[in-house]
């Protein structure tokens, strides 16, 4: 795995941050050491995909980066399932292309389609397991709504969402002592602090977090029956969201 170095040495100017070539060369270690949990939330992605993709629909990965919550579902759903995984970088789906079995090599697996498109107004439908893994956060809050409730109207009875988020907070004492922790978690695996301010620079007008309570207000807006944050480490969180089974 490359080690991130993008931010080690001073730059004149710190330009918005983007999925180009040079992040994905290191993406798999800049997202291990710096978001807390990381490894904890694709666990889970897994068992959950076990637990909620159904026989004959279809998976989408929303934002899939290079692929590791695809590849970790690709083990668990039902053959006869397809899994989506749609990103717009071209460099991610560049890479991940790369990175899947070929096609027919793993009869026990079932087939994931890559797609390069924005997540937004991307066509759903059947799906039973839906994942924005650390992706809401990149799109404008003006078309988040839309999103969860296109993905809300794909997902059929007994299926869910996961959303995973860097989350902000409306106590500034609080939203202080998260942010100074995650900085202290950076560090340990690391970063320097030129780093840290530099790709916190880079983020601020692409990465923009909202709270935790509008994001379940959202998720009950969009359609869905059960809303569960069910992790948070720091100012990171992951929430799970089920349409209800059909009545008998």
């Not at 029956?225 to 089974?245: G, H, M, R, T, Y």
């Amino acid at each position: 795995m490359k080690r991130d170095r993008i931010y080690s040495l001073p730059h004149e100017r710190v330009g918005d941050f983007t999925f180009d070539d040079r992040v994905v060369d290191v993406f798999p270690d800049m997202i291990a050491r710096s978001v807390p949990g990381y490894a904890s939330i694709l666990s889970m992605i897994e068992q959950l995909a076990a637990r909620f993709v159904q026989p004959k629909t279809n998976v989408y990965d929303l934002g899939c980066s290079l692929g590791a919550a695809t590849l970790l579902m690709q083990r668990q759903v039902p053959q006869d399932c397809v899994i989506h995984a749609v990103d717009n970088a071209p460099a991610m789906i560049d890479k991940l292309r790369t990175k899947l079995p070929e096609p027919g090599s793993d009869l026990s697996l079932c087939a994931v389609e890559i797609h390069q498109a924005d997540v937004c107004g991307f066509p759903m439908t059947n799906a039973s397991f839906v994942v924005l893994n650390l992706t809401l956060q990149f799109i404008a809050k003006d078309q988040r709504a839309a999103l969860l409730t296109a993905v809300a109207d794909a997902i059929v009875p007994g299926g869910a969402l996961l959303v995973s988020e860097k989350i902000c907070f409306d106590d500034a004492g609080q939203q202080s002592l998260l942010n100074d922790l995650h900085h202290d978690f950076k560090r340990a695996n690391g970063y320097s602090d030129l780093e840290i301010a530099q790709k916190r620079t880079s983020l601020e007008n692409r990465l923009l977090p909202e709270s935790m309570q509008t994001h379940i207000d959202r998720l009950y807006a969009a359609g869905f029956d059960c809303v569960a944050p069910w992790f948070q480490c720091f100012n990171f969180a992951s929430i799970l969201a089920v349409k209800a089974e059909s009545a008998a």
